[in-house]
């Protein structure tokens, strides 16, 4: 079974397969499953992973960063 996990609202339109343009990522959460995770092409997925990176270095002293999406 494939699970294909999608950015919403995206610059431009996914292929519903393994091979889509974005170079999506592969997960493997069981035998019987991959799940595909395809990349933003607006590119939130690397300020998310920013976000991710400073919340992680700030949190030192006990800061939070909470992100909405």
Do not use: F
Not at 39 to 61: C, F, G, P, T, W
């Amino acid at each position: 079974m494939e699970i294909h996990i999608i950015p919403a609202d995206d610059d431009k339109e996914h292929d519903i397969d393994i091979l889509c343009d974005c170079m999506p990522s592969l997960e493997y959460p069981n035998d019987d499953a991959v799940m595909v995770v395809h990349q933003a092409y607006d590119h939130r997925n690397h300020i998310e992973d920013l976000v991710e990176d400073l919340a992680v270095e700030m949190n030192y002293k006990g800061w939070e960063i909470w992100v909405e999406t």
